[in-house]
């Protein structure tokens, strides 16, 4: 009934000349209910994008992200970041789309409101028992779900940044390694 992540997280946004650059991420961690233990509780994600700049205002992205799940390995993952002026910030990417708007500036702050979507969830290793006569045995569970969120965040110039944000998930699915069953539906309560 419980799960448990820990990660380290590595960036790195090399800018090889003014109009290409690139959005580097490595992820390693630990995900298990940290009853049932093997390899494939330690888990590699990541994601490289290429980021070209047309303009000032107009970026394009390419690339993919791996998420090292059951069902979903690797997504492609890139768009356009559109930033017609100051106030507003248009990222049309996929996976995480998000439009957002600078409400305003007080002192070194900058005050946004944003609108995101996100392909949501992870996956974790845990122990499964299936009831008499079959034994507990470990399986690979993936969390998957849309998500959809409205926020507000502060931006302060060589500071600390923060957010609060409210949202809501769609489209909740479990699916297992071992295929049994072989996709539940949190959204409907089904079995599939």
């Not at 559109?82 to 409400?103: A, C, G, H």
């Not at 028992?129 to 569970?141: E, K, L, S, W, Y």
């Not at 500071?159 to 390694?177: K, P, Q, T, W």
Request: charged residues 20%; contains cysteine; hydrophobic residues 40%.
């Amino acid at each position: 009934p419980q799960v448990y992540d820990a990660f380290l997280d590595f960036e790195w946004n090399p800018q090889v000349t003014p109009w290409f650059g690139g959005e580097l991420g490595f992820r390693i961690g630990a995900y298990s209910d940290f009853h049932q233990w093997d390899g494939q509780a330690i888990r590699y994600t990541g994601h490289g994008i290429a980021v070209l700049t047309l303009s000032p205002s107009i970026q394009f992205k390419a690339g993919v992200v791996y998420l090292d799940r059951v069902q979903v390995k690797m997504l492609p993952a890139g768009g356009l970041v559109w930033t017609p002026n100051p106030e507003w910030r248009f990222d049309i990417l996929f996976p995480n789309p998000r439009i957002s708007k600078r409400m305003c500036i007080v002192g070194p702050t900058e005050w946004w409101l944003y609108l995101r979507g996100e392909y949501g969830g992870d996956s974790w290793v845990v122990g499964r028992n299936q009831g008499a006569p079959i034994p507990p045995f470990r399986d690979q569970v993936d969390y998957n779900d849309i998500r959809v969120a409205l926020g507000t965040e502060f931006l302060r110039r060589g500071g600390m940044n923060g957010l609060f944000e409210v949202g809501v998930a769609m489209d909740r699915e479990l699916r297992y390694r071992s295929g049994h069953p072989a996709k539940y539906s949190l959204d409907r309560k089904s079995v599939v």
